[in-house]
């Protein structure tokens, strides 16, 4: 391996990203970079400027006539942190939010045009390959949490979120196929039938492969949501995903006009009850039951939107919900 051998992978690889980027005029009417701003803001909705700025090593004169530029055309707004009021705080609106939305859908078009010249038995190849570069040139770091992406499902995403609740309340609870059933009817329910406006899924990424899940849907009571079937895999516990994953929820159902949000689990589940209690839900009524092999005690919580202020981040199943 030489320094010319890397510096010819890089041009061959620019060209790739040109081809997809440009060719495409996906990033239009906004620079690569603008776009980059838009997506990491629509993968971590409570984001300050100093954050993202040392996330895409931005310069902050650059940073700020980008963010300029955007409240100008009304997709972001800016404010006080919550954490420190030294920093500011940067929210996409519901255009900013549309914005990112189909800049992902378009960037999603055009590199499923990319994989569909590969053929098939190569795919496992090129993803080995592209594992090993990162591992390699990553200076096989830990994961860290701004590492972690919140992203809407990609098809056969649902799939996986049936598949690992599963899988892992059996490994880690000795829960039956029962919970599998409840699980794949939540989905199918979801996936059949949901208005994007009120009801939403949302997909933890980590280093290309979900790492967690959660559900927000229309409850049956008026003006009430259900956060439902919270999960996060063993080895990507301790990021702060669970947190991120409900304070998002938390947040799109204020700004879709609920006025409370629900939801069941069991009090095996500590870690969970610990990120709901984190954001203000509280314990309104206990039951034991006996539910999928298990004697188990079921719990009801819920969250009050009007008495709360905006939810804080900082692991973790949260059962059925």
Not at 54 to 65: C, E, P, V
Not at 73 to 85: I, N, Q, Y
């Amino acid at each position: 391996m030489t320094v010319q051998d890397i510096r010819s992978f890089n041009r061959f690889y620019t060209n790739v990203i040109g081809a997809l980027d440009y060719g495409r005029r996906l990033y239009a009417p906004y620079t690569l970079t603008e776009s980059r701003v838009l997506y990491e803001l629509a993968h971590a909705p409570r984001t300050d400027a100093a954050d993202l700025r040392a996330q895409l090593h931005l310069d902050a004169g650059y940073l700020t006539r980008i963010l300029n530029r955007f409240e100008e055309d009304g997709l972001v707004e800016r404010g006080p942190s919550e954490t420190d009021p030294r920093r500011r705080r940067v929210t996409l609106t519901a255009s900013g939010r549309e914005a990112a939305a189909l800049l992902d859908e378009r960037a999603r078009e055009s590199v499923g045009a990319m994989l569909d010249t590969v053929r098939a038995e190569d795919r496992p190849r090129l993803a080995e390959a592209m594992r090993t570069v990162r591992t390699i040139l990553g200076d096989d770091r830990a994961p860290r949490p701004e590492d972690v992406v919140l992203r809407e499902p990609a098809p056969g995403d649902l799939g996986w979120i049936v598949q690992r609740n599963a899988a892992l309340y059996a490994a880690e609870y000795g829960w039956n196929a029962d919970y599998e059933g409840l699980v794949a009817r939540i989905v199918a329910d979801y996936a059949e039938d949901h208005d994007p406006r009120l009801e939403r899924t949302w997909i933890a990424e980590l280093d290309g492969r979900p790492v967690g899940c959660v559900m927000c849907v229309r409850d049956d009571a008026p003006a009430t949501a259900r956060l439902r079937l919270l999960l996060v895999e063993p080895d990507a516990r301790g990021l702060g995903i669970g947190d991120r994953l409900v304070g998002t929820l938390v947040d799109f159902a204020r700004e879709a006009g609920y006025r409370e949000v629900v939801l069941w689990t069991n009090d095996v589940l500590t870690a969970a009850r610990r990120i709901y209690q984190r954001h203000g839900f509280v314990l309104v009524a206990e039951k034991p039951h006996r539910s999928f092999g298990r004697d188990l005690t079921g719990q009801d919580w819920l969250l009050d939107l009007h008495a709360t202020p905006g939810g804080r981040r900082g692991v973790v199943g949260g059962g059925a919900g």
